[in-house]
């Protein structure tokens, strides 16, 4: 063994084993299968082991080896079953190899198992430590036991609150019970501490719209997004703006950001929908000449039939009358004044 012939030591030790009238201690075993063990001859290490358990039941190494052999040949279940066990013959109690077991079960997909072990360990434990906790989190979800999970979650991020991977965690178990506003709070967490893309920014946005919280869901792109958003994402942060009754912010981030054609509608719509007409017509009419768009004039005659200016109303309508985009609304405000007209006209006679 001290030369590191692990296979001559292991044959010489079987050959103790037959010839020998003596009780053979557990001792013998524990060498046989670790001369094996080293020798990387894992299935034939596995019988002395074996042989060994079944006159020692009760022998901590001998159930601690051939455990590990087991681990080793990727019997994940069976090595949970003797590193559990392991734990349990101990005079002085090593936690570790709770875990142990608890990581061999989860990667046998044990899931139930491995949340049983871990669970103990950690109630056992005055000071759990945060692999055991993340363990046992993993393996009550895999468990489908999603309230424990969460109990155990928001338990370990109370002493450890800078893990923002498994704030992330808690915000997808607040999802899947619909909880948006935890589940928002959670990312909030998640994201002011630790890594985050665009896209993540994008989704938890998503949420506050969800929830109807327009105002922080503006804010929140705003930070996607940062000091120079492209024209199409500072026109989404403008409307959100507006719908949260940020008026003027909405209409002053839409010309700080874009200042071509498309951003002067885009504050004219903004304009119009916070019911300020005459504001959305003076944009309108600085763009109506240069830009030769249906949708300049769809919303110029809105604006007039807001303020009860049927003549112009009815001029702007009928420019557009004949284009494909608003031929079927044009035509419904046009019939109305239509009516207006021939009623017009009957009192005048």
Request: hydrophobic letters at 40%; charged letters at 25%; a positive charge.
């Amino acid at each position: 063994m001290d030369k590191k012939q692990y296979v001559e030591a292991a044959e010489l030790i079987a050959q103790y084993r037959k010839t020998t009238r003596e009780t053979i201690s557990a001792e013998v075993y524990i060498a046989q299968g670790g001369a094996l063990y080293q020798a990387q001859k894992m299935q034939q290490a596995l019988l002395p082991f074996q042989e060994g358990l079944t006159l020692y039941p009760d022998n901590e190494y001998l159930n601690l080896n051939l455990g590990i052999v087991y681990y080793e040949l990727k019997q994940f279940t069976e090595a949970g079953k003797l590193l559990e066990k392991t734990y349990r013959v101990q005079k002085e109690k090593k936690p570790e190899f709770l875990y142990q077991a608890g990581s061999a079960y989860y990667q046998g997909k044990k899931f139930d198992k491995s949340a049983r072990v871990m669970t103990f360990l950690i109630k056992e434990s005055p000071s759990p430590r945060v692999e055991w906790v993340r363990l046992a989190v993993h393996a009550l979800l895999g468990a489908h036991r999603q309230k424990q999970a969460e109990s155990m979650l928001i338990t370990f991020l109370s002493v450890s609150p800078e893990e923002s991977d498994y704030w992330k965690l808690l915000a997808k178990l607040y999802l899947d019970k619909e909880e948006y506003a935890k589940a928002a709070a959670s990312l909030e967490i998640a994201y002011r501490q630790g890594t985050h893309s665009t896209q993540d920014l994008e989704r938890l946005a998503s949420i506050y719209r969800y929830q109807g919280a327009t105002l922080m869901a503006a804010q929140t792109l705003q930070r996607a997004y940062g000091a120079s958003p492209s024209q199409e994402n500072a026109l989404k942060v403008a409307a959100l703006l507006a719908s949260a009754g940020r008026v003027e912010q909405a209409v002053d981030y839409a010309s700080k950001y874009s200042t071509n054609t498309t951003g002067t509608l885009a504050k004219a719509r903004i304009l119009f929908h916070s019911r300020r007409f005459d504001e959305a017509e003076r944009v309108l009419g600085s763009i109506k000449e240069s830009q030769k768009s249906p949708e300049v004039h769809f919303y110029l005659a809105l604006c007039a039939w807001e303020r009860g200016d049927w003549d112009h109303a009815r001029q702007e309508f009928k420019r557009i009358a004949g284009t494909k985009q608003f031929r079927n609304q044009t035509n419904s405000y046009l019939a109305v004044l239509d009516d207006i007209v021939e009623a017009r006209q009957s009192i005048e006679n």
